[in-house]
């Protein structure tokens, strides 16, 4: 009796500690710092985006602005696609540091380039164009390798927690980039703007130099009775043994038509519709960063399955998105910029989690390449398109058109769902900071 009192009172006292345990980004340092990188090698690229769409608009630009800016978005998303075979090959075959340090400093010394070129005069649209594809090349390498290097950076029951983290990062790269692009423009010109993109990549190489990978748990056996990588499987095959996921993706990449023009529309609708500055962007691009921001950290508490919770969130962002269209004021698109955001930030997060658990570990670098491309697939296109449009017809019906065609998407989910036995994770959800 007197032996059960020690225990039970230690007991006590880690159910106690772990209900208070610090965030995941304080208690783990390596990926921490990975995190930061992220948050800094996105914050800047997204900067860069949308300073140049601002600067495209205002200043470089007198006729076609909505052709002109739409080509520029399609360049930034357009090696995501592209790339994605060698970007599941470089992941997989080389340490996930090295590429993530290495695509750092690459973008870091391109966009030191730009800016030196700028500061000796004004560099021509293509000298912009060359470096957003530059800067969109070495993201598309970054991204998929981070989220691949999630396992190697957490303890299986934090993986959910840090997919919400590594999710988060372009929510904050969305409010972070949206304050200083455009207004960087405004006051210090592309040379400004590069520069701090520039520093930002290289904070970013530095921090993932410091940290820690270690490898996979779940490989780790396989790995000490054999020194021979896992065969990898062509990338079809991947998806052709998930069609689950498949249907799911195809069903976002339909959405991502409509979505994705929101970064064409917000520097037209800025300047046609509401005659504002860079400040004006600013605050619309913030509203959005702001609640995908949100939604990232709340994503885990949408009660409902992944499908019906992601196609109810795919017709609220539809409502939001259309409403500008309908009312232009400031207020009103600046809220409802915040709810579509809010939705992103959500799904995202639901539904990466998802998939880091039903993807086997040794698919996994092939997958995110994969999931990359396919959703990104559509964001050219809708770049190209709307931009073109843009220059025919108002942005208040281009807004329209963007929610009118996320219903089908929405509704497409929701009948996935109905009908498809949608596998769970084999674990509760753990929220930010803490357990559920």
Known sequence: MTAAAPVTEEAAREVAA???RAPLILRNRAFGAVWLGQVLTQA????????????????????ARGLASGLFMALCTLPAVVLAPVVARTVAGFAHRSVLRTAA??????????????????PPLAGVYGAALALATCQAFFDPCLTTSVPELVDDADIETATG?????QSLAGLGGALLGALT????????????CAAAYAGAA????????????????SA????EPPARRPLRRILGELPYVRRILVCFTAANLFTAAVFVVIPLYTRSVLHGGGGTVALLEASLGAGALVGAFTGTRVPGRPTVAGAWSLGLMALALALPGLFPHRPVIAGCLAVAGWCAGAVSVRFVALFQRLVPTADKPGFFAVMQAVLGASLPVASLVFGSAGDLFSPRTLCLVQGVGLLPAACALALLGSRTPEPEPSRAPEVLGGTR
């Open 18 to 20: 772990d209900g208070r």
């Open 44 to 63: 800047a690229v997204r900067m860069f985006q949308v300073g140049v769409s601002w600067w495209i608009v205002a200043y470089a630009v007198r006729d």
């Open 105 to 122: 400093a690459l973008a870091a010394a391109a966009a030191g380039v730009l800016a030196v070129w700028a500061q000796g005069g004004g």
């Open 165 to 169: 983290f590594e999710l988060s990062t």
């Open 185 to 196: 423009v405004d006051r210090a010109g592309v040379a400004g703007l590069a520069a701090g």
């Open 206 to 221: 530095v921090l993932v130099a410091s940290a820690r990978f270690r490898s996979p748990s779940s490989s780790a056996s």
């Open 224 to 227: 000490a009775s054999s020194d």
